[in-house]
């Protein structure tokens, strides 16, 4: 059982459409990220949160907005997404106070994007 | 830059067989070394670590020693089994910083 809980585990939306994927971990890391992974290729990263408050974010589109609510929950909101940014959307966290610690991902959120 | 190079897959081998998936980094100063690994349908696992030059990351009969003068952390296994066949990540974070760099992915087929 992974630690680290995404929801939900599949999302069909519209171009049009707006909604959340949530991500929630108890094991007290001050770390989240946001990653996206395409089909048959690594994680590329997105965005990163370090006490609750967005330290990285990669160039991302305006379409996805992240959000740390509290130390435990991420967010990342959707709207007017395209038809390329259907992925497999993976949070992660760790403990984050050096370099050394492993990333502990959830098992994603599978988007389709029609 | 930083960077991670791993062996292209897929690799297919018979069960009980040795494995080998070589990983070979660029990067500056001291990093952390990492293998995580994807089965179908989920999301990356930890498999081992490694922080220090010479150090051996271990866990499910798997292995990888951090190589500095090789710049290297090959991932080895004895007998594989069918339950191993997943896609395997290569990847290294330099210290006090949030990101990881991963390689592009090694695909392993386990044939019973």
Known sequence: ?114 | GNSVTQMEGPVTLSEEAFLTINCTYTATGYPSLFWYVQYPGEGLQLLLKATKADDKGSNKGFEATYRKETTSFHLEKGSVQVSDSAVYFCALSRNRDDKIIFGKGTRLHILP
């Not at chain 1, 959707?78 to 984050?96: F, I, N, T, V």
């Open chain 1, 1 to 114: 059982d992974t630690e680290v809980t995404q929801t939900p585990k599949h999302l069909v939306m519209g171009m049009t459409n707006k909604k959340s994927l949530k991500c929630e971990q108890h094991m007290g890391h001050r770390a989240m990220y946001w990653y996206k992974q395409k089909a048959k290729k690594p994680p590329e990263l997105m965005f990163v949160y370090s006490y609750e408050k967005l330290s990285i974010n990669e160039s991302v589109p305006s379409r996805f907005s992240p959000e740390c609510p509290n130390s435990s929950l991420l967010n990342l909101h959707l709207h007017a997404l395209q038809p390329e940014d259907s992925a497999l959307y993976l949070c992660a966290s760790s403990r984050g106070e050096t370099g050394n610690q492993p990333q502990h991902f959830g098992d994603g959120t599978r988007l389709s994007i029609l």
